[in-house]
């Protein structure tokens, strides 16, 4: 289970939200989603990712699957995971921060959010506490980080 901010690239005259119901229609409640077969915008946009990230929060590791290039951010003591589909992102991190680390991840999870918003033009959105990413609080995500965090362990023991 993993924290989750889902970017978006808006259909013309849709809201996030508009954007997110149709792609949702479209696909039906069990159908994955189609392989990526990158245009060279989207592999422009994908490097541009890349350098942007691994110069301004940590070095990355990259790789590509049938439905999504992917990036690991690696050298610290936590992990960022971006998922690129295209037309949509997902930045994830693990629910196993508390306090002083769950802020760095959140911090580093909502820069991630943002170099994708500025280097595509989608639009991110943190669902769990229900704010854009590039005016949102990365603490109130942190804190949500870690309630979860804690209630997991509670539950597991």
Known sequence: MTYE????????????????????????????????????????????IVTRVSREISPVGTAQ??????????????RVQLDYYGDSADVEVAYTHTGIAARAVAEAAYLVARVVEEET??????????????????????????AVNAWIRGRCG
Do not use: K, S
Request: aromatic share 6%.
């Open 5 to 48: 901010i889902m970017l978006l690239r808006l259909r013309p005259g849709l809201t996030l939200l508009g954007t997110l119901d149709a792609r949702n229609a479209e696909l039906g409640p069990d159908a994955e989603l189609p392989e990526l077969h990158p245009t060279p915008a989207q592999w422009a946009e994908w490097e541009r």
């Open 121 to 146: 033009g989608m639009v991110g959105h943190d669902f769990e506490v229900d704010q854009p990413t590039m005016t949102g609080d990365p603490a109130v995500a942190a804190t949500r980080l870690g």
């Open 65 to 78: 699957y049938p439905r999504c290039l992917t990036l690991d951010t690696i050298g610290l003591p936590w």
